[in-house]
């Protein structure tokens, strides 16, 4: 995939869930089409591993979606060291699929919370500096965002809620802020690993094996999105595997 000539020159992406998945993924790519990377995630030892391996166009943040003060220093460390973001990755999130009940009462709160309230957050405390810099912000959701099956109640709500902040946030802050969404379906990540009902697990990941695709697919299409001309912006992409339905 091509990149504008002046897209990457000195940019500074800001990546949440760094440590596994989609966001490790999206550090890799970037970081090899010429931007420098700010890895935030909770695991401070696999975002640290990472930031070794790509050197200098890397710094691990230890740092909590969830908690405000641990993004607001984030966010400063960012602005100290390399001047700000230019691009923000809203990609820390949880998947506890499960049928609705009261059973799951603490599951429906942590996915609210890191999903939804956790990347409103995160861009609070990153905004100015998106703005000041003509930045991009990059929303995951899911097409769990676009399609509610049962079993999926909360997460949807959640990935809807996103789809629906993300569209207003493109209407207030253009021309200033590019705002994209990327929708993916199965991706190979660990997202099942953390589903507590056990039906909802193994249905879910037999589905993974089957049709998943990478973190990288997702990752490579994050990179051309926002290496894109400034006048162009890719506002809303769905990314299935081919052999979902």
């Keep these: 995939m091509s990149s504008s000539p002046d897209s990457t020159s000195e ?7 760094a440590s596994s998945g989609i966001g490790e993924a999206t550090a890799r790519v970037l970081a090899t089409s ?10 401070a030892d696999r975002i640290e591993a990472l930031a070794d391996k790509l050197g200098d166009a890397a710094i691990a943040i230890q740092a909590d979606v969830t908690d405000r003060d641990s ?16 691009v923000l ?6 998947m506890l699929l499960a049928p609705f009940s009261a059973d799951q009462h603490n599951d429906h709160r942590r ?4 999903n939804l309230l956790g990347a409103m957050t995160t861009t ?10 003509h930045g991009d912000l990059v929303n995951l959701s899911s097409v769990a965002g676009r399609t509610a099956r049962p079993g999926n109640a909360v997460y949807a709500a959640t990935k809807w809620g996103m789809n629906g902040w993300s569209e207003a946030l493109r209407q207030e802050l253009h021309p200033d802020v590019r705002v994209m969404i990327i929708e993916p379906g199965a991706v190979a990540t660990e997202l099942t690993d953390h589903i ?15 049709i998943a695709i990478t973190a990288t697919d997702i990752a490579e299409i994050i990179a051309f999105a926002v290496t894109r001309p400034r006048r162009v912006t890719l506002n809303e992409i769905l990314v299935r595997p081919t052999a979902q339905p």
Aim: hydrophobic content about 45%.
């Design 196 to 210: 507590t009902h056990p039906g909802a697990k193994e249905a879910a990941e037999r589905m993974y094996e089957q």
């Design 34 to 43: 010429g931007l420098r990377v700010a890895l935030l995630a909770r695991r």
């Design 111 to 114: 996915m609210i919370e890191t």
């Design 89 to 94: 990755v809203n990609n820390a999130g949880i």
């Design 124 to 133: 609070e405390v990153f905004l100015d500096q998106l703005r000041s810099r």
């Design 71 to 86: 993004m607001a220093a984030a966010a400063g460390r960012v602005e100290a060291e390399w001047g700000g973001a230019d």
């Design 11 to 17: 940019r500074v992406a800001v990546i949440t869930g």
